[in-house]
């Protein structure tokens, strides 16, 4: 029997991204390369150990929307928000097949576009030409709005600021660019939203409701 990806090394583990058993070198090279690994897999858990982030490769010269001002008062302060938001972005990743990082990474550009000219007062929705973009990009918006409408039910006002908004929707690109590892199949940021905003490791994902994150998570990328 040989590696399921090489055809050629003995295979050393099962992949449940091939459906079949692999070698350790093909693992290694193709995980999230040219495999959809599963965030549960045991070997993906090792590697997210030991991988360098590719945002650690970023110049903070090149780091965008550094205008913005995303300070640590903003997201304490707004941290029922900004929970929703990364439970609504994990939510429908994670529910959107073919789903990685660089598509959230397209969605989040897009949204802190739209939100910009909200700022101006020329409002422009910045739709992604991605469809993977766009339903993330959607699901966001839908949610924010029903967030507010809920807001009003409950205090009879809106208290939710748009400035907020674009201010959380930059913190979430910082931390996306962060932590993203560079592979082209890459989820590491959509596990970390996961990891923070769920109560179990890899649940089945529903309607929520979903808790505020823990007080250590919210560190500014």
């Known amino acids: 029997m040989a590696?399921?990806?090489?055809?050629?090394?003995?295979?050393?583990?099962?992949?449940?991204?091939?459906?079949?058993?692999?070698?350790?070198?093909?693992?290694?090279n193709e995980r999230e390369v040219t495999v959809d690994c599963p965030l549960d897999c045991e070997f993906l858990q090792e590697s997210r150990k030991h991988q360098r982030a590719a945002g650690a490769e970023v110049p903070a010269g090149d780091?965008?929307?550094r205008d913005i001002q995303v300070t640590e008062k903003l997201v304490r302060q707004n941290e029922a928000l900004l929970s929703f938001l990364a439970a609504t972005v994990v939510r429908t990743a994670l529910n959107t097949p073919g789903v990685i990082d660089y598509d959230v990474r397209e969605a989040l550009e897009s949204l802190i576009r739209t939100y910009r000219?909200?700022?101006?007062?020329?409002?422009?929705?910045s739709v992604p030409a991605n469809p993977l973009a766009a339903?993330?990009?959607?699901?966001?918006?839908?949610?924010?709005?029903?967030?507010?409408?809920?807001?009003?039910r409950e205090l009879g006002m809106t208290k939710t600021r748009d400035a907020d908004v674009l201010?959380?929707?930059?913190?979430l690109q910082h931390f996306e660019l962060?932590?993203?590892?560079?592979?082209?199949?890459?989820?590491a940021f959509l596990e970390a939203l996961l990891n923070f905003y769920s109560p179990e490791p890899y649940p089945?994902?529903?309607?929520?409701p979903w808790p505020e994150p823990p007080e250590s998570s919210l560190i500014l990328p």
Do not use: H, K
Request: glycine fraction near 12%.
């Open 3 to 28: 590696c399921a990806i090489c055809d050629t090394r003995r295979p050393r583990r099962f992949c449940a991204g091939v459906r079949g058993d692999i070698c350790s070198l093909c693992c290694g």
């Open 63 to 65: 780091i965008p929307n």
């Open 117 to 125: 000219t909200l700022q101006s007062g020329v409002y422009y929705e």
């Open 135 to 152: 339903t993330i990009y959607s699901s966001v918006q839908q949610a924010l709005a029903e967030y507010r409408q809920a807001e009003q």
């Open 167 to 171: 201010g959380l929707l930059v913190f």
């Open 178 to 187: 962060d932590r993203n590892n560079g592979r082209r199949r890459g989820r």
């Open 204 to 208: 089945e994902l529903g309607p929520g």
